[in-house]
């Protein structure tokens, strides 16, 4: 597994990335004053998006019906858990768009190379609370069944 957005795994088999561009801002508003140059204050963070691109070759990979699996998680509008293969958690996003180029076709029309970019923005960091607070009440649940092992150093654990 590369990265999972809710429920949709992304892997080797289904929609496997080759390139992860994330881009991230911060606000700092301008006032103009008189004979000075702008004062600017910080306000907080800005726009967090990310861009996953790869290209599929559905005789190896998926295809067009694993990129409408996504279409159709962006029709829900919901903003969805970023999880990286290597438990790093991203937070909550939402799928803004995703674009496909489709070349070198079967003689039916079915593409054998298919070039595709989603983009991705951070939403909310309260829903991010919540899942977090969720992932460690059932920690604590599995800990309290004899079924998670957490390691000794602080990092990580184990399923029994």
Do not use: C
């Not at 990286?84 to 029309?109: K, L």
């Not at 609370?129 to 654990?157: S, T, V």
């Amino acid at each position: 597994m590369m990265m999972t957005l809710g429920m949709f795994v992304f892997e080797t088999q289904s929609l496997p990335y080759q390139q992860l561009q994330r881009a991230t801002q911060w606000r700092h508003p301008s006032q103009a004053r008189v004979g000075q140059r702008p004062a600017y204050q910080f306000t907080g963070p800005g726009e967090d998006t990310i861009q996953l691109s790869g290209t599929l070759y559905p005789e190896l990979t998926g295809g067009r019906m694993t990129l409408d699996d996504v279409r159709i998680m962006a029709d829900e509008g919901k903003a969805w858990p970023l999880i990286e293969g290597s438990g790093r958690v991203y937070g909550f996003w939402s799928i803004t768009s995703v674009t496909e180029t489709s070349t070198v076709f079967f003689s039916d029309g079915t593409p054998r190379k298919i070039e595709f970019s989603i983009s991705l923005i951070r939403v909310d960091d309260s829903n991010f609370q919540d899942f977090r607070d969720q992932a460690a009440n059932n920690q604590d649940a599995a800990i309290g069944l004899g079924l998670y092992q957490p390691r000794r150093n602080g990092g990580g654990g184990s399923l029994a």
